[in-house]
Each structure stands twice: as structure tokens, then as C-alpha cells.
């Protein structure tokens, strides 16, 4: 049996959970709705708050689904709730991002400043010139969008300048020593 997938999940006060018969799995909470499209060989049923994730047979397929789903639903009743966010860190002289409507504007080195409007459900905001937050209700949305702005300007080993995440450790690498 799967560990992750044998957890139950508690749903909080105001989160409601639909399953429809094609295990069409509908999340609806205080921020918004997420769905999300279970595979045929997993069951998902609610009890009394709680909500489980099982499996009928004990092949490879449904072994490796079984974990997957349950942490898929887990991520949706998470984002309902209370959302998800990353932080970016741009890292270098002259590198600044600003906000200007929907759409975030960095300079990051380049001869032309980096325009990004935010998708739909996602929201980006600008704390310091140099720290970016990108905040959303799903984490894969909130994931792609902050690797798209990373994409921009990777950090780069020797000086450690371009955008970062704010928990991302640099790897340093040491420069070209002269002849003695």
C-alpha cells in the first residue's frame, strides 16, 4: 500500500468536494475552484469531513496513480484554502522588476526591459525592485509561472547574478586564476 496515498485528507470548514461519476474530482473553497481529472483505476470517496483515496487492484498502473492522486487532491483542497506563493530574487547590478497593471516589467541586463502578463489565476506582485511574489490557488500554475521568470535570466555559477528563487542555493564557482 502506498503511504503517501493511504493518508486521509481533512477538509476545513467551507471546502466542499464533488466527484463525478467519470472520477471528475471538483474542489470548491473560500479562494476559488480547482478540478482535476482522477484516473479510472482510483476510487475517491468523502466520510465526515475526510477524504480517501484507494485502489482496486495491486498492478503497476494503479500502484504508481494511488500516491500521485491523493497529493493532486491534497494540492487543490491546499490551494483553496490558503493558496500557494514562490518568491524570486533578482540578483545583480541594475536588475529590477516593477508592476505595471497585469503585466510585470524586468530588467534583467538585456538591451530591452522583460514584459510578463500574469495568466489567469495568477497574480504577481512586486515587494522590493528586487523580490518578485508570485501567488495562486494551484501550486502547478503558480510552479510554471515562477520558472517562466527564472527562465528570463537563469543565475549563472561564477558571480551568482540573475533571478533566483529565495530559497535556492548558488553553487559558487571558483574564476580563472592568472600564471605565477
Known sequence: MSRIGRLPISLPAGVEVKISD???VTVKGPKGE???QIGKLIKVKTDD?????????????SRSAHGLSRTLINNMVTGVTNGFEKKLQLVGVGYKAEKKGNVLVMNLGYSHPIEM????????????????????ISKELVGNHAANIRKQRPPEPYK?????YSDEVILRKEGKTGKK
Not at 502578463?117 to 495562486?136: L, M, Q, W
Request: glycine residues 12%.
Open 22 to 24: 467519470s472520477n471528475l
Open 34 to 36: 480547482l478540478q482535476e
Open 117 to 136: 502578463p500574469d495568466p489567469a489565476g495568477i497574480t504577481t506582485e512586486v515587494t522590493s525592485p528586487t523580490e518578485i511574489i508570485v501567488k495562486g
Open 49 to 61: 469531513g475526510t477524504l480517501s483515496v484507494t485502489r482496486d487492484s495491486d498492478d503497476k498502473d
Open 160 to 164: 551568482g547574478k540573475g533571478v533566483k
